[in-house]
């Protein structure tokens, strides 16, 4: 492969395969639920030529469709996520503070209620934390899906609608 795949599942990336004779499969590669990444190839540049093709990339040791991939799970946007998460925490802790009373029994049989204002720059940090928490239904984790530069591969080219057997396929435009 002349280009590695690094994709997510449900995306496709295009990727390109040079042949032994020095042509050049350009395709689109995507993530199977099967765990492995599927290769499409629909050109071929050969001398300077632009060909159309349908061909498959199969995994080199096996002769099977799709090759293994890396899976994995990162976190892009994990510092930023933490600092939300902390102020976050801290506009809880707030919260929880202006809601906390504290019941005293008096002498002779009844109760108090105390309640607690915290001070004004409880209330600043509360908005302020509010203002970057991170919300609920976001995922900090991104499955990443990976197959490495130079991997070998063996192309598997299908019949075209269009060619007739023993016939060379017609050089389309350059694109």
Do not use: H
Request: hydrophobic letters at 45%; a negative charge.
């Amino acid at each position: 492969m002349l280009t590695g795949a690094y994709l997510i599942p449900g995306k496709s990336v295009p990727v390109a395969v040079e042949l032994e004779d020095k042509t050049v499969l350009v395709g689109t590669a995507r993530f199977d639920p099967t765990g492995r990444v599927w290769i499409d190839f629909s050109t071929a540049v050969k001398r300077g030529q632009v060909y159309t093709v349908s061909a498959v990339a199969l995994e080199a040791t096996e002769w099977t469709q799709g090759l293994p991939a890396k899976v994995g799970d990162e976190a892009p946007t994990l510092v930023a996520d933490l600092v939300r998460g902390a102020l976050g925490g801290i506009s809880d802790f707030v919260k929880a503070s202006l809601e906390a009373t504290n019941v005293v029994t008096l002498p002779g049989g009844g109760q108090a209620v105390e309640k607690k204002v915290p001070g004004l720059e409880m209330f600043l940090l509360a908005r302020a934390a509010d203002l970057v928490a991170l919300p609920k239904e976001s995922t900090a984790v991104l499955r990443t899906v990976k197959v490495e530069r130079d991997t070998p591969v063996l192309v598997f080219f299908l019949p075209g609608p269009q060619q007739n057997p023993g016939e060379t396929p017609a050089p389309t435009s350059g694109r």
